[in-house]
């Protein structure tokens, strides 16, 4: 299955120096959810999830997310 959804979320972090952690304390989403979309290991993520991200990231979701 060829999928066309590349997830960004490692670079978004790396570029803000936040570690899963700190996105964990702050989200409220368990680390181990928030590894997995890192590693694009999940197949889908909720709108709660991205909202929480966004929020933290101070971005949009195609920032996170891109559709190739």
């Given amino acids: 299955l060829n ?3 590349k997830v960004r979320l490692k670079e978004r972090l790396k570029e803000g120096r936040y570690s ?5 304390e702050v989200t409220g989403l368990s680390r181990s ?3 997995d ?3 694009e290991k999940t197949t ?6 991205l909202d929480k991200l966004c929020n933290f990231l101070k ?3 195609s920032e996170i997310i891109e559709y190739k």
Wanted: charged share 5%.
């Fill in 3 to 5: 999928v066309m959804i």
């Fill in 20 to 24: 899963i952690k700190q996105v964990s």
């Fill in 33 to 35: 959810a928030i590894s």
């Fill in 37 to 39: 979309i890192l590693n």
């Fill in 44 to 49: 889908s993520i909720s709108f709660y999830s």
């Fill in 59 to 61: 971005c949009n979701v």
